[in-house]
């Protein structure tokens, strides 16, 4: 799955009272301003600050949006059943077009996807997406495969340092001072944190390379592996969204996860072998 695997409908239950009442959040005198997060192993939404009534609602939308995405996953995907992580969910309810955000935060640039907080030390980033808005398509651009986009660019990045340096575990040794203990990064790890930004800042791959323009309608679902297929969103309002991260030993194509198209050019690994 070197692309964008679509859905013109949520190929699991969703609610219309769900979605109207997300939609509904989105007004000035709202809580729901910002991005929010699901921690599904928790039940727990992050970045919402409202009353104890509309939390509840929105814990209990985002963990059946969770759940539903999950059990559908887990069918459709059966390889990766037992084999994967499930990381955070999250409710997108700001208008993409023309966001003021710094520059390796802004997602119309075109990019691959690295958590800072959650390394994967070589798994796969599996995102599914699901755009509620009533009519306005969720609307984005996506690149070329990750293959052809390390063979150009890797090296320029900064491969080899990051393969000779190997992995964090001098620092990570050392706990931060406030907050969570930074996480332990293999040289894969780091150098993906690295290449997302240089991505970013990097003008002429944002102007020069092949895109090609992908408009999701309302209610479209799509499931991509962001690690690997560079993506920007242009505009659009309203997603709901799931991430997996599908460890290195249960790929159906370890060959072709960005961390093998790495070591292949590099020479060598840049992380410990799965487990
Ligand atoms: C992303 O760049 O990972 C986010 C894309 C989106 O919200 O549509
Ligand atoms: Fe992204």
């Not at 003021?100 to 796969?124: C, E, M, Q, S, Y």
């Not at 970013?200 to 999701?216: G, V, W």
């Not at 460890?247 to 060959?255: F, Y």
Request: aromatic share 10%; hydrophobic share 40%; proline share 8%.
């Amino acid at each position: 799955m070197n692309r964008v695997l679509y859905f013109p409908h949520p190929p699991f239950e969703f609610p219309d009272a769900d979605r109207e009442f997300l939609i509904s959040q989105k007004r000035a005198d709202s809580a729901v301003h910002k991005n929010v997060s699901y921690r599904p192993a928790e039940n727990k939404v992050r970045g919402f600050e409202g009353s104890p009534e509309v939390l509840e609602r929105l814990t209990g939308i985002m963990r059946n949006y969770s759940q539903q995405v999950v059990s559908f996953v887990r069918h459709f995907l059966a390889p990766y059943d037992g084999g994967y992580k499930l990381d955070f969910a999250s409710f997108r309810p700001l208008e993409e077009e023309g966001r003021a955000l710094p520059i390796h935060k802004r997602n119309d640039l075109l990019h691959v996807d690295a958590f800072p907080t959650r390394p994967t030390h070589g798994g796969r980033i599996l995102r599914v997406f699901t755009n509620i808005h009533p009519i306005k398509p969720r609307v984005w651009n996506v690149g070329e495969n990750f293959p052809v986009l390390a063979e150009h660019l890797a090296q320029d990045a900064g491969l080899n340092r990051f393969a000779a340096a190997g992995d964090t575990t001098r620092w990570a040794a050392i706990p931060r001072a406030f907050g969570a203990p930074i996480p332990h990064r293999s040289a894969y790890d780091r150098f993906m944190l690295h290449f997302h930004d240089f991505l970013k800042e990097n003008a002429t791959f944002q102007t020069d390379s092949p895109k090609i323009r992908m408009e999701f309608p309302s209610m479209a679902t799509w499931l991509v592996f962001t690690d690997g297929v560079p993506h920007a969103v242009l505009g659009g309002q309203h997603a709901l969204e799931q991430t997996f991260i599908i460890s290195r030993g249960a790929l159906v194509k370890p060959e072709a996860a960005p961390i093998s198209v790495l070591e292949k050019l590099c020479g060598r690994a840049l992380a410990a072998n799965p487990h």
